[in-house]
Each structure stands twice: as structure tokens, then as C-alpha cells.
């Protein structure tokens, strides 16, 4: 079985700091793995995913999540806040199968503030 | 290239009664899920179709129906509605064998009095 676990429910940091949200994954399988950002009214946005090629994953706004099987954890590190960060993180994995891309598991979301 | 829509964007519904919330895929993609996001929670799978057929459901009950068309678009379908069905109702699109992920739409916010 696939879930996730986030180990924040909320991170606050201040503009220009590092942020680290952190995600604990366990799967059956080798997973695919993902972190999606909701803003406001808004829908999911893709941040970046990681499907097995390498291990540190660059994604969109400056942001990147380490695959660590030892320690089955993808958190997502962004060196550097900007107030437009604000917003709720979602880490997830999916259970790719075959032809059809399968389900996503939500964790319960991050909810990041970033403080002027 | 229009993303994924969904109509409407909100709407508020009676306990006991039906609604029906619709999806429009991105362009190029044929697979369409379907995600209920409780307030305050990660969204949860409800349903999966691709090629016209539910091909992997959650753990939702049968009171949750939906159908996808010729063109890919989709419709969700909720009957006897309760006041625990109020949330947001995300449709994700994508390409079978793809790997690159899905496309959110904004949702639908479902109220339930």
C-alpha cells in the first residue's frame, strides 16, 4: 500500500530563509513521487516529481526534493523564501501502473507562511 | 492551451438531492481522475476513467457515479447528498503512459445545507 506522511502541518519562515518541508513516504514498490502546490481558490500545481532517474530533483520557483530510500523521505527544500511562496504543499505518490499513469496519495498537506 | 475546467465553481446543495460537476480535460490528454478535497485535508481518490470505462475506484460509495465521453471530458455524478459531501472536487487529467503527472483544475466547491 502507498501513503505519505508530512511531518508539518504548518512551517513558518522568514523571507529570504531557507524552507524544509518534510515528507515521509511508504510504498509496496519503487514509487513515483511528487510535491504539488495548492495557493488559495487555486488548483494543484505540479512542483516537481521524481520516477526513479536522479535522486536530487530540481523543480519549478527555485525549489528541489532529495529521494533517500534508505530513510524513505522526499522532503522539499527551497534555499531561499519569497513572500509568494505562501501557500499549502502537498507531497504524494503514486501507484503508476502499466498504462495508466494510477492513483495519487495526498498527505495532508504543509502549510507554509513566510513572514516579511 | 486551455488546462483542465471545471464547471461550475461552486455551488450549494440541499441534503437528499443530486449533483452532477463536469470536467473538460487538457488538450491531448484521455484519462481523467477525480479527487475529493475535504477542508483542512490532502485530496482523496474517488475515481479513475480512461477510454469511457472506471477503470480504479477509491473508497467512496456507490452513491459516487461518474461517466467519461467520446471527446475525454468527464462528469461526476453524487446522489443523496450529505452534509459530509461538501468539499472541493478536483478533476486531474492525463496521458495514459505517460509518466510526467497529472493536470489539476481549480475544482469545484461543493456546499452541502
Known amino acids: 500500500a502507498q501513503s505519505v506522511t508530512q511531518l508539518d502541518s504548518h512551517v513558518s519562515v522568514s523571507e529570504g530563509t531557507p524552507v524544509l518541508l518534510r515528507c515521509n513516504y511508504s510504498s509496496s514498490y519503487s514509487p513515483s513521487l511528487f510535491w504539488y502546490v495548492q495557493h488559495p481558490n487555486k488548483g494543484l500545481q505540479l512542483l516537481l516529481k521524481y520516477t526513479s532517474a536522479a535522486t536530487l530533483v530540481k523543480g519549478i520557483n527555485g525549489f528541489e526534493a532529495e529521494f533517500k530510500k534508505s530513510e524513505t523521505s522526499f522532503h522539499l527544500t527551497k534555499p531561499s523564501a519569497h513572500m509568494s511562496d505562501a501557500a499549502e504543499y502537498f507531497c504524494?505518490?503514486?501507484?503508476?501502473?502499466?498504462?495508466?499513469?494510477?492513483?495519487?496519495?495526498f498527505g495532508r498537506g504543509t502549510q507554509l507562511t513566510v513572514w516579511p | 492551451d486551455a488546462g483542465v475546467t471545471q464547471s461550475p465553481t461552486h455551488l450549494i446543495k440541499t441534503r437528499g438531492q443530486q449533483v452532477t460537476l463536469r470536467c473538460s480535460p487538457k488538450s491531448g490528454h484521455d484519462t481523467v481522475s477525480w479527487y475529493q478535497q475535504a477542508l483542512g485535508q490532502g485530496p482523496q481518490f474517488i475515481f479513475q476513467?480512461?477510454?469511457?470505462?472506471?477503470?480504479q475506484r477509491g473508497n467512496f460509495p456507490d452513491r459516487f457515479s461518474g461517466h467519461q465521453f467520446p471527446n475525454y471530458s468527464s462528469e461526476l455524478n453524487v446522489n443523496a447528498l450529505l452534509l459530509g459531501d461538501s468539499a472541493l472536487y478536483l478533476c486531474a487529467s492525463s496521458l495514459a503512459r505517460q509518466t510526467y503527472g497529472y493536470t489539476f483544475g481549480s475544482g469545484t466547491r461543493l456546499t452541502v445545507v
Open positions: 504524494v505518490v503514486s501507484d503508476y501502473r502499466g498504462s495508466t499513469l494510477g492513483r495519487l496519495y
Open positions: 476513467y480512461y477510454e469511457e470505462e472506471e477503470r
